[in-house]
């Protein structure tokens, strides 16, 4: 049985990898972590810190936010444990730091443990490759609590088209007059609004047709069931940094 601690337990994110664990018949969430201790939580015992963790850990799952990296990091890399992050917003510096660890516990990291997101990029990376005079925006929609933009998977299918043409840019919004489109931005824009889940469009469009490549989740436990077999697959890992095309391509 693999034992899992929750960092950002109490948030609706960690509330669903915990549902996803019960689910889940060789992995068992044993303890949580969260600034915010809800320490009545009759699930299991949840502490405002990685040093009243008394539990023998096998791999973190990090739903919580940006801020916590730095102790998650060094919880995991003092103990040996790998972690899964699925926070998004990291800074450039943070990226680097991820990369450094990574030389020394696994670590894996998306801006999105959807199984079906990560299939998106696949099929962007070909259709860039097969429309390569199309115009190129992604708009993304999520819910009114969250605090960065743009998404971090919307970041993942903007990277995906660069991948394949590195010429392109991002261009972030518009307003104003800006002048005509080049050819080489990817537009990026984010909606906000209500309890929408997730939504993701990537727009390719021509003088004469437009395709659109969409996903849309429906319920958080799409997330926090990929986080789980996340989990599952970095605890065979010792080093290195990876992804769900990992997990989708692991033999």
Request: aromatic fraction near 6%.
């Amino acid at each position: 049985m693999i034992n899992l601690l929750i960092n950002g337990a109490n948030g609706r994110m960690g509330k669903k990898v915990l549902e996803a664990s019960l689910k889940c018949d060789n992995i068992k969430a044993c303890c949580g972590v969260d600034i915010a201790c809800d320490c009545s939580n009759p699930n299991y015992p949840i502490y405002d810190s990685f040093d009243k963790v008394t539990q023998k850990i096998d791999v973190i799952i990090d739903f919580s936010a940006p801020a916590t990296l730095d102790k998650v990091l060094e919880y995991c890399s003092k103990n040996n444990i790998p972690a899964v992050l699925c926070a998004t917003g990291y800074s450039e510096q943070q990226i680097a730091k991820i990369k450094e660890y990574s030389s020394r516990i696994a670590l894996f990291r998306s801006g999105n443990m959807s199984l079906g997101v990560n299939v998106l990029i696949d099929l962007v990376k070909k259709a860039t490759a097969g429309l390569e005079d199309f115009d190129v925006e992604i708009i993304e929609k999520h819910h009114n609590q969250k605090v960065d933009a743009p998404s971090g998977t919307a970041l993942m299918l903007a990277d995906a088209v660069k991948d394949v043409d590195d010429q392109k840019f991002y261009t972030y919004g518009r307003e104003g007059i800006v002048g005509k489109r080049d050819p080489n931005e990817i537009g990026i824009h984010a909606v906000r609004g209500g309890g929408i889940v997730g939504e993701h469009q990537v727009i390719f469009a021509s003088n004469f047709e437009t395709i659109t490549l969409t996903h849309q989740a429906t319920d958080r436990s799409v997330f926090a069931d990929g986080a789980i077999k996340a989990a599952l697959y970095i605890t065979t890992k010792k080093t290195g940094l990876y992804n769900m095309n990992d997990v989708i391509n692991q033999k």
